[in-house]
């Protein structure tokens, strides 16, 4: 996954800081955008986890400051839920021009009840997501405590939010009064909705789930977050949340594309400059991906050369040995062929370690039955492993006959 730093300008022309976190690969199948919780930011860690997981998925997401929040320009006190909401359509216009518009939204707890009432007024938004998310704006007042008496008599007042201070106006109160989520999700029509909630929040209660559900229009989806806290502090939670917001949005976002590579070669790799080692193949008529491990600067998204050549070996023995088997009526229920690669000294080699060329390439096979027979038969069963089509290739004179191609 990689991550870039980016500001847009909302509305108001302001800008607000976000970051853009991309699939390793940086090709992203579609985009999303992700809300943040109530005076939290891009970079609270639900947020981070969350947008991480689904980038992990092959997702392009962007998460953002609010206006006056975090690095955000604008003045806190003069925002309000409905600004939230136009925050998030100002970012999926931003993504429509300068990447791609996005498919998805997501948001957690006020950001989650931002994203119903921001997903209907998003042409190109196919899903949307709420994680313990209230089915009414206007809950977060008890949040105030004391200054929610104060700011509708005096029309401001101060208040300390997790160790820091807000300025509230009576404008913000006013508007959180007058919104319903319920109602916002009863306005998604085309729209697939997935809920997230957690039985054991006790900041805001399971009992919104079941609100935002029974106004919304199929299809609608409810995941329980059994055993969560309202805030995901607990990254497992949080990645939970991303990869099942994957899976379940591949139902109704459109479908990763796969390169179309046209070879008239059995297998065809293609590599671009800055993809790393991370390789799209075809081999015969399906897809792969090759790459390297991370320590050795790779993306870790397939098996190595080695990898792939080693399966080959193990694939190859093991539909050789069945074949043989089945020819014999020698009942094999499973076989398996356990491979590595390295380069050590010949078994029969003298004196090796005096030089260090002498090192070849080896093939450590290991072959596992599951089958009842005797040790004649299994030591046939180890002759007919070294036939097997792909051993004898690696054991023949070879030769690779490379020109270029337009």
């Known amino acids: 996954m990689r991550s870039q730093k980016l500001v847009f300008s909302n509305g108001r022309g302001q800008q607000l800081s976000a970051r853009l976190d991309l699939p390793a690969d940086q090709h992203p199948h579609n985009y999303a955008i992700f809300a943040h919780c109530f005076t939290c930011s891009k970079d609270f860690s639900a947020a981070r986890n969350i947008s991480r997981a689904l980038a992990s998925e092959g997702f392009g997401v962007l998460r953002f400051d609010f206006t006056g929040l975090n690095k955000s320009e604008g003045d806190f006190a003069d925002t309000n839920f409905s600004t939230n909401v136009q925050d998030i359509i100002a970012a999926a216009a931003f993504l429509e021009k ?12 006020l950001g989650g009840a931002a994203v119903l009432f921001a997903g209907s007024e998003i042409e190109s938004v196919k899903a949307v997501t709420t994680i313990g998310a209230p089915s009414n704006p206007a809950h977060v007042q008890k949040q105030l405590g004391s200054a929610l008496e104060v700011i509708k008599q005096e029309g401001v007042a101060d208040v300390t939010l997790a160790g820091r201070p807000f300025t509230f ?9 007058s919104l ?3 109602n916002a999700a009863h306005k998604l029509r085309d729209e697939a909705l997935l809920i997230f909630h957690s039985p054991q929040d006790s900041t805001v209660s399971i009992k919104n789930a079941e609100e935002i559900y029974l106004a919304a229009h199929h299809p609608k989806s409810f995941v329980t977050l059994d055993g969560s806290e309202h805030l995901l502090i607990d990254k497992k939670n949080a990645s939970y949340v991303g990869q099942v917001i994957a899976g379940w949005a591949a139902r109704y976002l459109p479908a990763p594309v796969e390169e179309e590579i046209n070879t008239t070669h059995q297998v065809v790799a293609s590599l671009d400059g800055d993809d790393g080692f991370t390789t799209e193949m075809k081999l015969g008529n399906h897809y792969y991906r090759a790459d390297e491990p991370i320590r050795v600067g790779g993306n870790d998204f397939g098996p190595t050369p080695y990898e792939l050549l080693a399966g080959s070996l193990s694939a190859c023995t093991a539909m050789t040995i069945q074949m043989y088997a089945k020819r014999k009526g020698w ?14 000294y010949a078994q029969d080699c003298e004196s090796c370690e005096d030089d260090p060329s002498n090192k070849i390439d080896t093939f450590t096979r290991i072959i596992k039955l599951t089958a009842d027979l005797n040790e004649k038969q299994k030591a046939r069963i180890l002759q007919i492993a070294d036939k097997c089509p792909v051993h004898k290739t690696l054991h023949s004179e070879t030769q690779v006959i490379t020109t270029y191609t337009k």
Request: glycine share 2%; charged share 25%; aromatic share 8%.
């Open 180 to 182: 319903s989520c319920a």
């Open 169 to 177: 106006k009576k404008q913000f109160i006013d508007d959180l009064e």
């Open 331 to 344: 009942p094999i229920k499973n076989v398996e062929v356990h491979t590595s690669y390295s380069r050590t």
């Open 98 to 109: 300068e990447y791609e518009a996005p498919t998805l939204l997501a948001g957690h707890s």
